[in-house]
C-alpha cells in the first residue's frame, strides 16, 4: 500500500552524515512513495536565545540568526545532491523543505492550542518539563531556569509543527535518526486531553494511524518501531 513519509532533520543532530544517511534512506520501506525531508531550522533559535543577556538582547539575536540563517539553504543542496549522487537510494516522490513552508492559520491554531494544552493539562506538563530536562542534562545546562523554559517552548513548537504537517497533510510515517521525546509519542498515542486531531483546530477527522521509526544506532540493521504506553 502506498505510504507518505516525513523525515526530520535537526540542524544540531550529529547524526546526519553522508554514510548516515545513505544508510538509513536504504533501510526504508519500498512501499513509501512519498518523502517529504523537513528542515527544522527555526528551531535553532531557541538554542541561540539561551545566550541572550544584559549586552545581547533577543532582538539581536533574532536579527544575526535571519541575517546569517544558511541552516536551510545549505541542507537543501546537500540533500538534492546526495540524492542526485545516489539515485536508486531512494524510489518515492521528494519534497525538501523548511519551516516557514507551513507557517500558515491551521499551524497557528495549533501552536496555540498546545500552548493551552500545557497550561491546562498537568500530565503533559509534566512530560514536557521532563523531556526539557533530558535534553538540558546533554546540553550541560540543567538548572538554569531560562533554558529550562527555552527547551519546554522548543519542544512545544516542535510537535506542533509535527501535528500541522503530519495531521493536515495526512503522512502516515515518519523517520527520525535519533531518538523522539516522550511527550511527542503520546500526543499522537491520544494519551493527553487532546487528540492531534483536536489540536489541528479540529478540521480533520480520518482516524489516520501515525507510526514513528527510529535510528539512533546508525550500524543498527532496521528501522525500529517506537511506541509508547499512556
Same mark, same amino acid.
Given at each position: 500500500? !502506498?505510504?507518505?513519509? $516525513?523525515? !526530520?532533520?535537526?540542524? /544540531?543532530?550529529?547524526?546526519? #552524515?553522508?554514510?548516515?544517511?545513505?544508510?538509513?534512506?536504504?533501510?526504508?520501506?519500498?512501499?513509501?512513495?512519498?518523502?517529504?525531508?523537513?528542515?527544522?531550522? *527555526?528551531?535553532?533559535?531557541?538554542?541561540?536565545?539561551?545566550? &541572550?543577556?544584559?549586552?545581547?538582547?533577543?532582538? @539581536?539575536?533574532?536579527?544575526?540568526?535571519?541575517?546569517?540563517?544558511?541552516?536551510?539553504?545549505?541542507?537543501?543542496?546537500?540533500?538534492?545532491?546526495?540524492?542526485?549522487?545516489?539515485?536508486?537510494?531512494?524510489?518515492? +516522490?521528494? +519534497?525538501?523543505?523548511?519551516?516557514?513552508?507551513?507557517?500558515?492559520?491551521?499551524?497557528?491554531?495549533?501552536?496555540?492550542?498546545?500552548?493551552?494544552?500545557?497550561?491546562?493539562?498537568?500530565?503533559?506538563?509534566?512530560?514536557?518539563?521532563?523531556?526539557?530536562?533530558?535534553?538540558? &542534562?546533554?546540553?550541560?545546562?540543567?538548572?538554569?531556569?531560562?533554558?529550562?523554559?527555552? /527547551?519546554?517552548?522548543?519542544? $512545544?513548537?516542535?510537535?506542533?509543527?509535527?501535528?500541522?504537517?503530519?495531521? +493536515? @497533510?495526512?503522512?502516515?510515517?515518519?523517520?527520525?535518526?535519533?531518538?523522539?521525546?516522550? !511527550?511527542?509519542?503520546?500526543?499522537? +498515542?491520544? &494519551?493527553?486531553?487532546?487528540?492531534?486531531?483536536?489540536?489541528?483546530?479540529?478540521?480533520?477527522?480520518?482516524?489516520? /494511524?501515525?507510526?514513528?521509526? /527510529?535510528? #539512533?544506532? !546508525?550500524?543498527?540493521?532496521? *528501522?525500529? #518501531?517506537?511506541?509508547?504506553? &499512556?
Amino acid at each position: 500500500m !502506498p505510504t507518505s513519509a $516525513l523525515f !526530520p532533520i535537526s540542524v /544540531s543532530n550529529r547524526l546526519f #552524515s553522508t554514510a548516515n544517511i545513505k544508510r538509513a534512506l536504504g533501510l526504508m520501506p519500498t512501499t513509501i512513495t512519498d518523502v517529504t525531508f523537513l528542515i527544522a531550522d *527555526w528551531l535553532q533559535l531557541y538554542n541561540r536565545a539561551i545566550n &541572550c543577556n544584559e549586552t545581547l538582547g533577543l532582538g @539581536e539575536v533574532i536579527r544575526d540568526y535571519r541575517e546569517r540563517n544558511n541552516d536551510l539553504m545549505n541542507r537543501q543542496r546537500w540533500i538534492s545532491n546526495f540524492l542526485d549522487s545516489y539515485p536508486d537510494v531512494l524510489d518515492a +516522490k521528494i +519534497k525538501i523543505v523548511g519551516m516557514e513552508h507551513y507557517f500558515d492559520a491551521s499551524y497557528a491554531n495549533v501552536f496555540r492550542n498546545i500552548n493551552i494544552l500545557y497550561s491546562v493539562d498537568e500530565h503533559f506538563k509534566n512530560d514536557i518539563r521532563s523531556a526539557a530536562n533530558v535534553y538540558l &542534562c546533554k546540553r550541560k545546562n540543567l538548572g538554569k531556569t531560562i533554558a529550562l523554559s527555552l /527547551s519546554e517552548q522548543y519542544i $512545544l513548537e516542535e510537535i506542533a509543527l509535527n501535528i500541522r504537517i503530519r495531521v +493536515k @497533510e495526512m503522512i502516515e510515517e515518519e523517520y527520525y535518526l535519533g531518538k523522539y521525546h516522550f !511527550p511527542m509519542l503520546k500526543v499522537y +498515542k491520544n &494519551c493527553y486531553s487532546a487528540t492531534p486531531e483536536d489540536l489541528l483546530g479540529g478540521e480533520i477527522s480520518h482516524g489516520m /494511524s501515525y507510526k514513528f521509526f /527510529s535510528l #539512533s544506532d !546508525p550500524n543498527a540493521e532496521s *528501522w525500529i #518501531s517506537v511506541d509508547v504506553k &499512556c
